[in-house]
């Protein structure tokens, strides 16, 4: 089974920039659909990017031109580089991958906008 493991939140400026890594497990990373989803207190869980075993990519308006996603297949890794980051991006930040028509969840990474 798939695991994951979310790193690099912390605590930022608004305007700056923070890039969060999920580490996979599995042989078969390349094939794997690869997401980010956020949640703030009391809000819904939201999607941020998204990128297909193919390189496309999807992002809301929300994040557009600001997130970008990306992966390394060699090391089993997807990226989200976040910047001109904003107070109302805070949340817990969670990656998630696709495969096979089962979805995996990491536990998540703490992500503050604050000045």
């Known amino acids: 089974q798939v695991q994951l493991e979310e790193s690099g939140g912390g605590l930022v400026q608004p305007g700056g920039s923070l890039r969060l890594s999920c580490a996979a497990s599995?042989?078969?990373?390349?094939?794997?659909?690869m997401g980010w989803y956020r949640q703030a207190p009391g809000k819904q869980r939201e999607l941020v990017a998204v990128?297909?075993?193919?390189?496309?990519?999807n992002y809301p308006d929300s994040v557009k031109g600001r997130f970008t996603i990306s992966r390394d297949n060699a090391k089993n890794t997807v990226y989200l580089q976040m910047n001109s980051l904003k107070p109302e991006d805070t949340a817990v930040y969670y990656c998630?991958?696709?495969?096979?028509?089962?979805?995996?969840w990491g536990q998540g990474t703490q992500v503050t906008v604050s000045s």
């Open positions: 998630n991958a696709l495969f096979l028509g089962n979805i995996f």
């Open positions: 599995g042989k078969t990373f390349s094939i794997y659909t």
């Open positions: 990128i297909t075993s193919g390189g496309n990519t």
